[in-house]
Structures are given as structure tokens and as C-alpha cells.
């Protein structure tokens, strides 16, 4: 028996066929690249977190606003909210960390600047709106401590509201006392500075410096209470004693870029000695590593010792490194425009 060939295709069965190797294909190859994209989104997101945590805020933006939308993660809004936030935008800020505290609801630090967002945008609104914000900015510093007691900035932040904000407004000092009482005993330190603070705010200054020596003899490592101490002799005029403080600091301190760029911008806003500034502000740079305080701000105090140096041509070149990394902040911008006009 002959054997027939088996029955050919219409040309419509042939196109059929050949689209769907061409859709099976193009699955294989979506699946083949998701990692692939997955891991090049997250390594896009980590590298604009470096930038944010070393202050390059231009950068920064330039790399997220070239994420797409399909990937933006609960941490690419965080980013983007704090981003925002030192670009001014406190809006765009607060819609940024809404979202990125409802993907990722236990994160304590989203609360913390999401509170931080809707407190200044309560700054910026009408008297009617800005009550409601400042209950938003409270109930979110409030989260932000109940999900991690350890968050310092978190309960910083909570005691400030506390001090500064009206009984209506969920304010008062008994509550910012309850909420220094709590971290009494695991972090006394911590505990001192926020009791100074109480004081300062009732212009108990006798009192304030109290807290801050016990602070510092609770905890002889902790800077920040060397810092706050020297801030506070600066804020009643006691210029010596500020700068006496701001050395012993240094000299316990001498790796920390924080102390460095205290000391230097602490002898400019005093009008004191200029060359000390710039050497301990060049000095902050070559040690930097990352957090707050920023290069950015350092060029900046830099550019200030400068003009005050009769030098504004060194001035303008340190407040262009400035607005480089942060193009609108206001102090490099009238900086330069004061340099410029003395050139």
C-alpha cells in the first residue's frame, strides 16, 4: 500500500502555528530575563540609597527617576519620599512615604519620615489643615516608636512634638516626660539629653546644662551629648565654653567627621578663628564616610569662612560643590550670590 502524505495546512493553520512558537518563545525569554531585571532594578535602588546616604541628592534623583513605574518597591518609595524631603517638596514627600509605610507597614524609619513629612508640610498649610497634619506627623512618630522602642530618632522626634505641640493637638509635658522615663534605665544618655531638652524648652538653662554633664558622665562615648553641651553654652553666648567643650570632643573623638564639622562651622557662625574652620571643615572631607552631617553642608560653612576671609572666588567654588549635590538649598544659593557680588 502506498503510504499517503499526511494532509497539508491552509495558510491560515501555518500562521497559527508559527504564532504560537513565537508567544511560547517570548515567554521563555520574559521568564529567562525576569531575575536579570529584577536584579538590575535592585541594584539601581541600592546605588541611589549610597547616594542619599552620602547627601548626593542630584544624583540620587537622576538615578530613581529612571526606575519604571512596574518597579518601584516599598524602598524605592522611601527613598524617593526622602528624597523629596531635602528637595523641599514635602508634598511629593509625604505622598512618597504613604506609600512606601503601607508596603512595608513594620518598617520604623518610614513612619519616622513620614512624620517628618506631613510635620513640615503642617509648617507650610492653612490653620484649618495644618491641625489635621500635625495629628498625622504625631501618629506616625508615635508608630514609628511603637514598632522599634530602639529608633533614637524616632523617639527624639516624638518628644519634640510632645514639647512643642498643644494639649489639643495630643502635646504636652508630662507625656515627653513618660516618654524619657521609659528609656531610663537602657539608655541613659539618651535619657539625660531628652530631659535637657524639657528644660530648654521652659528656658530652665541652669538645669538643661545639668542633664547634658550627667549625659555625658553616664556615657563618656556618647558625642552627641558633647555636642548638645557645647550647643547650648553657644545658645546662651557662652562662646568659650563652647569652644572648650567642641576641643575635649575632638580630641575624644578624633576619627568622628561629625566633630570635625562641628568644631568648623561652630568658629564661623562665632566669627572665631577662620583658619581653624577651613582646616577641621577639609579635615570633615577626608575622613567622611557616609550619614548626616553631608559634604554639602560642609562646602557650604567652607564657602562662609571664605567670604568672611575676604576670599570669594574659594567661596564660590565651595558653594557650587554645595548646590552640585543639592541644587536648591537656600543657603549656598544667597552664598553665591553674595561671593559673586564681591568678585
Known sequence: MIPCDPPRKNLLGRLLDLREQSNKFL??????????????????????????????????????????????????SFLMGKLCFYWGEFDKAADWLE??????????????????????????????????????????????????????????????????????????KEKAQALAERIKTIRPCQYHMQRAEIHMKEKAFPQAEQELQMAIQAEPQCLKSHIALAHLYQKLGHVSQARVTLHQAVKLFEKSAWVHFVLGRFEVEAGGDL??????????FKIYVSGDPYPYEAHYWLGRAFLLMEQPEKAVGQF???????????????????????L
Open 320 to 342: 557650587q560643590y554645595a548646590l552640585k549635590a543639592l541644587p536648591v538649598h537656600e543657603p549656598s544659593i544667597r552664598g553665591m550670590e553674595e561671593a559673586k557680588r564681591r
Open 275 to 284: 583658619k581653624m574652620a577651613s582646616h577641621e571643615l577639609e579635615f570633615f
Open 99 to 172: 506609600k512606601a509605610a503601607a508596603g512595608n507597614p513594620q518598617s520604623s524609619d518610614c513612619f519616622l519620615w513620614l512624620g517628618r513629612a506631613q510635620g513640615r508640610k503642617a509648617e507650610k498649610a492653612s490653620p484649618f489643615k495644618a491641625l489635621s497634619l500635625a495629628r498625622k506627623a504625631r501618629d506616625a512618630f508615635q508608630q514609628a516608636v511603637a514598632l522599634d522602642p530602639g529608633n533614637r530618632d524616632a523617639a527624639d522626634d516624638l518628644l519634640s512634638y510632645y514639647l512643642d505641640a498643644p494639649g489639643f493637638l495630643g502635646g504636652g
Open 27 to 76: 515567554l521563555f525569554t520574559v521568564w529567562l530575563l525576569a531575575p536579570v531585571q529584577v536584579l538590575a532594578q535592585a541594584k539601581t535602588v541600592d546605588e541611589a540609597s549610597s547616594l542619599l546616604d552620602r547627601g548626593e541628592f542630584a544624583q540620587a534623583r537622576e538615578v530613581l527617576e529612571k526606575v519604571p513605574t512596574a518597579s518601584q518597591t516599598p524602598e524605592y
